[in-house]
């Protein structure tokens, strides 16, 4: 039994958590060692269990999948990490990989590339899923190395919550449903509004898209509808 790769899954739905480990199961080389609906559980449970790998959602409720794979990265550095998500947007895929993923794959072809992933990434090979278009990865390959962040002084000047905050706004999320993704509350998500608003010297929602669609945080073709 101790010779099974073991792997831990950190994902806030029970359900989809269910649907990995049934996956996973397929291959009787695999252990599913833990399971975690939070960030912080499962960095604490990936300190006690010290997985080979991690699959890691990067939407979770205390903190984002790129933080808890920094975290990771400088802990347990051996832990090959794959983020398991519903975003196929370039910067989510960029972001990932400079904070130290080696695969990604997409929630809705789970099925399809998540045995393959996990092979491709224990074996120490990049993985990408063949989800994520063309366009995507073309866009991708162009982007410098890993210190490389958005070149923009006024979007420097955000913390990282009002840079979370700025690309949902962007979305078309309302105050309520950020503050419900965020768990914060909507007076403090139109307090972090104001101030991105007075940052980047917008002044209006769609200068806002614009803005974020310019740096390439979101795709203007949701909007042209």
């Known amino acids: 039994m101790t010779d099974k790769i073991p792997i831990l899954i950190v994902d806030d739905h029970p359900l989809f958590r269910e649907g990995l480990k049934t996956i996973i199961g397929r291959n009787r080389q695999y252990e599913v060692v833990g399971e975690a609906g939070s960030g912080q559980e499962g960095l604490e449970l990936a300190r006690k269990t010290k997985p080979a790998l991690m699959m890691i959602d990067l939407s979770l409720?205390?903190?984002?999948?790129i933080q808890l794979t920094r975290k990771l990265r400088s802990e347990l550095p051996a832990t090959t990490i794959i983020i398991v998500?519903?975003?196929?947007?370039?910067?989510?895929?960029?972001?990932?990989?400079?904070?130290?993923?080696?695969?990604?794959?997409?929630?809705?072809?789970a099925a399809e590339g998540l045995l393959k992933g996990i092979e491709t990434a224990l074996k120490g090979d990049?993985?990408?899923d063949s989800a994520v278009s063309s366009q995507v990865?073309?866009?991708?390959?162009?982007?410098?190395?890993?210190?490389?962040?958005?070149i923009d002084a006024?979007?420097?000047?955000?913390?990282?919550?009002?840079?979370?905050?700025?690309?949902?706004?962007?979305?078309?999320?309302?105050?309520?449903?950020?503050?419900e993704k965020l768990f914060i509350s909507?007076?403090?998500?139109?307090?972090?509004?104001?101030?991105?608003?007075?940052?980047?010297?917008?002044?209006?929602?769609l200068e806002l898209v614009r803005y974020a669609a310019k740096l390439g945080l979101i795709d203007m073709d949701l909007w042209t509808n």
């Open 61 to 65: 409720p205390d903190m984002n999948g």
């Open 154 to 179: 006024r979007y420097a000047s955000l913390t990282a919550r009002e840079q979370e905050i700025l690309r949902l706004l962007a979305e078309g999320l309302s105050t309520k449903e950020i503050a």
């Open 186 to 205: 909507p007076k403090t998500v139109e307090n972090h509004r104001a101030n991105i608003m007075n940052k980047l010297d917008l002044h209006s929602t």
């Open 85 to 109: 998500t519903m975003h196929a947007k370039v910067d989510y895929i960029a972001e990932a990989f400079q904070a130290g993923a080696t695969g990604y794959v997409i929630k809705e072809s």
């Open 137 to 150: 990865v073309q866009t991708l390959m162009k982007l410098p190395g890993k210190e490389t962040k958005i």
């Open 126 to 128: 990049y993985f990408l």
